[in-house]
């Protein structure tokens, strides 16, 4: 009292709680919502004649998943082997430190707690396939780093384990990708999806963030589905759609297939990530969720929509549901280099899928190199990088040798990978468990004249730029996910 009578003392404002405006998030309003990503790619409509996903498992290779809220429910994601550096901490194994797999598993199947699966409430936070089933197969750690041998063995563990007992892999989604420096037709990398791809696993891949640049590996290799980003240009009227900038052009022989929304969309946030500590004050929705660009947002919601498709026609080849989504997409109203068009869910589910579909491309021997396949992006620990024909344990990569057993589905052996125990042998509860990293000793494996021993990777960083960049952005100002080449 005293002091509001003293002159000089304009005014006196007491202490009040406040509120985050954006804590009142309109999903209805927001273009970039998963609610409007899920209209415009037909889910609301394929949900209402009950293709929701339902008994399709989507394998999403990434950065593990964490139980936020929306991917919370019991089953609804299942922790498949953790091949990444974290691996052998229990306080990391399988968590999403980076936050880019919680991301793209919350388009493809989240779901907030008691919303019916039906639901068209703008309000209900939910992915494009809400009944289907994550399987989470991490392996980068929370910087997003991790070796290309550590993704093709862990798309050989997908192929070879995608029907045990109680599973059925059908979608296998890959948000990321290198600059590859040779021929899908050599490309380990390229080779690994086309062998998951004639085993009966669509494969979903981002196309690459780099512009005008041919499309990123594997999505170069014709046979998998690519898809570039769609951008909505803040409105929820389509006749302003566009191609993002960043969405990669390719070349005259390898365009994307078909573009979904990639900017500015909606998806869950995982609190003290990587992603989160770094971009949180400028791309957070309130408490629960992030706003994030990319290919890989455009090719986790395009999983959801094949996942829609296999639920309703279960028989269908991955060529038959790539010829079915190509072939009832609608282009945007703007720009080129977009395939198709954008997928339409209740379309594709409702058309006839022709038996005598089938992709005739050349097909890749896999034989070349792994270092090809890097794209000059390497693992340094100690000043040392990862290069050449060495998998992350040090061990000879013979590609010719692998593709052989890739072939034949046996490139895993029970927990072993290339000679080396990498995880368990068999499905416990709603994970992999069982014999793994945890206990087996990296003593001893050397590459390149650097010793792991007792070391770990905690600290460990890429030499120069990694997996090619996500964008990350709020609905006005971009900021880009430096040092990561997830897309």
Known sequence: AALAQDPLVAEITADAVVTLASSGHDAAA???????????????????????????????????????????????VVDGPDLSFESQSPSTAHLDTFGHGTFMAGLINGRDPGVDAVSTDSADYQGIAPDARVISVKVADAQGRTDVSQVIAAIDWVVQHAHDPGYNIRVLNLSFGTA?????????????????WRSGIVIVVSGGNSGRTPLADPAKDPYVLAVGALDTNGTISSMDDKVASFSAVGTSKRRVNLVAPGVHIQGLRVPGSFIDMQFGLTAQIGTRFFRGSGTSEAAAITSGVVALLLSHQPSL?????????????????????????????LRAALAQPGAAVQQTFAASTGTGTLEGARGGRHLTRGGVSLTGETDIFGKPVSTATLAAAEKSRTAWSGGSWNGSIWTGASWTGASWTGASWTGASWTGASWTGASWAGASWTGASWAGVKWQSIVMATLTNAATWSGSDWQ
């Open 30 to 76: 927001d273009a970039g919502s998963t609610y409007n990503a899920a209209t415009l790619v037909g889910a609301h409509d394929a949900w209402s004649r009950g293709y929701t996903g339902r008994g399709i498992d989507v394998a999403l290779i990434d950065s593990g998943v964490t139980r936020v809220t929306g991917l919370a429910a019991p089953g609804q």
């Open 180 to 196: 590859s420096t040779q021929a899908y037709q050599l490309d380990p990398l390229a080779y690994a999806a086309e062998v998951a």
């Open 317 to 345: 080849s991955p060529d038959q549901v790539k010829h079915m989504l190509t072939s009832t997409a609608k282009l945007a109203a703007k720009g080129g280099q977009q395939g198709s068009g954008i997928p339409n869910a």
